[in-house]
Nanobody, 127 residues
Framework: QVQLVESGGGLVQAGDSLRLSCAAS????????MGWFRQAPGKERDFVAA????????GYADSVKGRFSISRDNAKNTVYLQMNSLKPEDMAVYYC????????????????????WGQGTQVTVSS
């Protein structure tokens, strides 16, 4: 079991940057693949980025490739999402999630592939 708490959201202008953080409790953070998802008003929760246990593998949604970067610091039990060149289309509540299976598979791209979720942090991008 792991508890996840996101932070770092806020209001920014288009073209600005934000770094989201997800702090995890427990002793087993390094055993989880981690993901970031986002949900805009009236929309379903969509995949943004994922990272393997050691950070050696990452994956991104096409809409954020080249702009967002996921990373993790297992010593700090924290996963990050660096968001650059933000667009109004990026406005959403961003959630981090933990996946129990150690294998970094295609399941990391789907909400059903994760076992634990944070409460989310709001990112607002004005044009």
């Amino acid at each position: 079991q792991v508890q996840l708490v996101e932070s770092g959201g806020g209001l920014v202008q288009a073209g600005d940057s934000l770094r989201l953080s997800c702090a995890a409790s427990g002793r087993t953070f390094s055993t989880y693949s981690m993901g970031w998802f986002r949900q805009a008003p009236g929309k379903e929760r969509d995949f943004v980025a994922a990272i393997s246990r050691s950070g050696g593998n990452t994956g991104y949604a096409d809409s954020v490739k080249g702009r967002f970067s996921i990373s993790r610091d297992n010593a700090k039990n924290t996963v990050y999402l660096q968001m650059n060149s933000l667009k109004p289309e990026d406005m959403a509540v961003y959630y981090c999630a933990a996946r129990t299976p150690p294998r970094f598979s295609s399941n990391v791209y789907y909400t059903a592939g994760y076992d634990y979720w944070g409460q989310g942090t709001q990112v607002t991008v004005s044009s």
